[in-house]
């Protein structure tokens, strides 16, 4: 089992920038990946970047990329979702998830721990 709790999220102006975070806890997530997702309103929740825990490896959406950056840090057990350049657009709410496996994958289906989402609000 694995716990996951997001922080940092909150309102920013577009052009600025904000940190997300993701403390994890429970079992060891060496062989997890770490995925960021989003859900806007009215849309259907989407993928946006992930981590695989051992080397550090990145894939992003092409909505994001560029502007995000996703890392870890395994002393802490912790995810972060560096987000600058932000956009209107790109409010949702931001969630966490792992999957136990070593692909990088973009499917929410193929993820089996989710946080309980944090606010990001970009203003025009």
């Known amino acids: 089992q694995v716990q996951l709790v997001e922080s940092g999220g909150g309102l920013v102006q577009a052009g600025g920038s904000l940190r997300l975070s993701c403390a994890a806890s429970?079992?060891?997530?060496?062989?997890?990946?770490l995925g960021w997702f989003r859900q806007a309103p009215g849309k259907e929740r989407e993928f946006v970047a992930a981590?695989?825990?051992?080397?550090?490896?990145?894939y992003y959406a092409d909505s994001v990329k560029a502007r995000f950056t996703v890392s870890r840090d395994n002393a802490k057990n912790t995810v972060f979702l560096q987000m600058n350049s932000l956009k209107p657009e790109d409010t949702a709410v931001y969630y966490c998830?792992?999957?136990?496996?070593?692909?990088?994958?973009?499917?929410?289906?193929?993820?089996?721990?989710w946080g309980q989402g944090t606010q990001v609000t970009v203003s025009s």
């Open positions: 998830a792992a999957r136990a496996d070593f692909r990088l994958d973009t499917t929410m289906s193929e993820y089996g721990y």
């Open positions: 429970g079992r060891t997530l060496s062989p997890y990946v």
């Open positions: 981590v695989r825990w051992t080397d550090g490896s990145t």
